[in-house]
């Protein structure tokens, strides 16, 4: 197993352009979540899905942004319309049934919005 | 919903010098408590975890205990490596069930820097 994968590793795009970024988690975890952090931050939560569905969904993901797993394996997330306040680093995780264990975290894609 | 509050940083040591984080969370019920760690050009790795009350994580000569009395888990290490230069984060995750089941809460983060 190769861990959490990410990609791109980074992504530089133009104010008002679409962006998709790509997760692919762990083959037997069945939770897969999206985090964005920002410089001096924690990581803060976007959302999440428990195989195909996607159960919660944080006030920061405002109408721009759209995640998606389709078949309960890998996830996308799109930003369209992007604005340099979304210049931050994207960061996956999955995670197994079991409540006791933490995640294991993607290298994450950095964004940078000019 | 769970928040994390971390000591404040950044934190310089010397090598083998003994390092505390400071970490004290507010949440509903009883969940489960992480430190993670963050290396220069890196991902998040899971550090160590405590479940319940009292339990003691441990890793790579770290510690941290599961304080319900005082909503705490700071993190101690007894004599500290170059190596160990990182950011450290706190985190919080709720139980199933609860609103916060699922997702993690992290502080900010607390940037350590050993000097040999």
């Known amino acids: 197993d190769t861990g959490v994968s990410q990609d791109p590793r980074h992504k530089i795009t133009k104010r008002g352009q679409n962006v998709t970024f790509r997760c692919d988690p762990i083959?037997?975890?069945?939770?897969l979540y999206w985090y964005r952090q920002t410089l001096g931050q924690g990581p803060e939560f976007l959302t999440y899905?428990?195989?195909?569905?996607?159960?919660?969904k944080s006030r920061l993901l405002s109408d721009r942004f759209s995640a998606e797993r389709p078949k309960g394996s890998f996830s996308t997330l799109e930003i369209q319309r992007t604005e340099q306040g979304d210049s931050a680093m994207y960061l996956c995780?999955?995670?197994?049934?079991?409540?006791?264990?933490?995640?294991?975290f993607g290298s994450g894609t950095r964004l940078t919005v000019v | 919903g769970n928040s994390v509050t971390q000591m404040e940083g950044p934190v310089t040591l010397s090598e083998e010098a003994f390092l505390t984080i400071n970490c004290t969370y507010t949440?509903?019920?009883?969940?489960?408590l992480f430190w993670y760690v963050q290396y220069p050009g890196e991902g998040l790795q899971l550090l160590l975890k405590?479940?319940?009350?009292?339990d003691k994580g441990s890793n790579k000569g770290f510690e941290a205990t599961y304080r319900k009395e005082t909503t705490s888990f700071h993190l101690e290490k007894g004599s500290v490596q170059v190596s160990d230069s990182a950011v450290y984060f706190c985190?919080?995750?709720?139980?199933?069930?609860?609103?916060?089941?699922?997702?993690?809460?992290f502080g900010q983060g607390t940037i350590l820097t050993v000097h040999p």
């Open positions: 995780a999955s995670s197994g049934e079991t409540n006791n264990y933490g995640y294991t």
């Open positions: 083959s037997e975890h069945n939770r």
């Open positions: 899905f428990q195989n195909e569905a996607q159960l919660e």
């Open positions: 949440a509903t019920g009883y969940p489960s």
């Open positions: 405590a479940t319940k009350a009292d």
């Open positions: 985190a919080t995750r709720g139980r199933a069930g609860g609103t916060s089941y699922g997702k993690l809460t």
